[in-house]
């Protein structure tokens, strides 16, 4: 699948993800709207997209989300790659990361193939919010598991989105568990 028809899958996966914060984050902050970013992203210098807060793949109102979003719908990847430090996975995170540092936000990347669950890379360092919660990501690596592995600066756990979104959304605002960790 390429060109357009590539497109319209992307853009369908950030209107997917948007449906899937939007209520969460309701819970904590009723009055948030949502929307896709521009150009996906795409469009300014790094430092305008910085102070418009949009150089993800998904906007919102909300002052106090912690996270820079980025959305990736795509096949030719498995989980046994992904866990192994192969694959196309990495790279997102990579750039995820880039656009989270424009914003100073938090990287956060959701990525799925078709037919399959969404999963969610956030930052290894915020599982301590998790603990209190006993919920659990799918892959918590350690530096010396993904040593040959270009993750860019921060080592990410691999969360299925489903247990992700039902851990109160008021326990990630502000980036509250910068705190405890």
Same mark, same amino acid.
């Given at each position: 699948?390429?060109?357009?028809?590539?497109?319209?899958?992307?853009?369908?996966?950030?209107?997917?993800?948007?449906?899937?914060?939007?209520?969460?984050?309701?819970?904590?902050?009723?009055?948030?709207?949502?929307?896709?970013?521009?150009?996906?992203?795409?469009?300014?210098?790094?430092?305008?997209?910085?102070?418009?807060?949009?150089?993800?793949?998904?906007?919102?109102?909300?002052?106090?989300?912690?996270?820079?979003?980025?959305?990736?719908?795509?096949?030719?990847?498995?989980?046994?790659?992904?866990?192994?430090?192969?694959?196309?996975?990495?790279?997102?995170?990579?750039?995820?990361?880039?656009?989270?540092? %424009?914003?100073?936000?938090?990287?956060?990347?959701?990525?799925?193939?078709?037919?399959?669950?969404?999963?969610?890379?956030?930052?290894?360092?915020?599982?301590?919010?998790?603990?209190?919660?006993?919920?659990?990501?799918?892959?918590?690596?350690? %530096?010396?598991?993904?040593?040959?592995?270009?993750?860019?600066?921060?080592?990410?756990?691999?969360?299925?989105?489903?247990?992700?979104?039902?851990?109160?959304?008021?326990?990630?605002?502000?980036?509250?568990?910068?705190?405890?960790?």
């Amino acid at each position: 699948m390429g060109g357009r028809a590539s497109k319209q899958k992307g853009s369908r996966g950030e209107l997917e993800v948007i449906s899937l914060l939007e209520p969460w984050w309701a819970t904590f902050d009723p009055t948030t709207k949502w929307a896709r970013t521009p150009g996906s992203g795409g469009w300014g210098t790094p430092e305008s997209r910085g102070a418009f807060k949009a150089a993800g793949d998904i906007m919102t109102t909300s002052t106090a989300w912690p996270f820079d979003v980025e959305v990736k719908r795509r096949e030719g990847w498995t989980d046994t790659a992904m866990i192994d430090g192969k694959g196309p996975v990495w790279g997102w995170w990579r750039q995820c990361q880039q656009s989270a540092r %424009e914003t100073g936000r938090e990287p956060m990347l959701w990525f799925r193939r078709s037919r399959q669950p969404w999963r969610v890379f956030l930052r290894a360092d915020i599982y301590p919010i998790a603990l209190a919660t006993k919920e659990q990501p799918l892959v918590l690596w350690n %530096e010396c598991e993904l040593r040959r592995v270009d993750y860019g600066s921060a080592l990410p756990e691999c969360w299925a989105a489903s247990t992700l979104l039902g851990i109160k959304a008021e326990r990630f605002a502000y980036g509250v568990w910068r705190d405890t960790v």
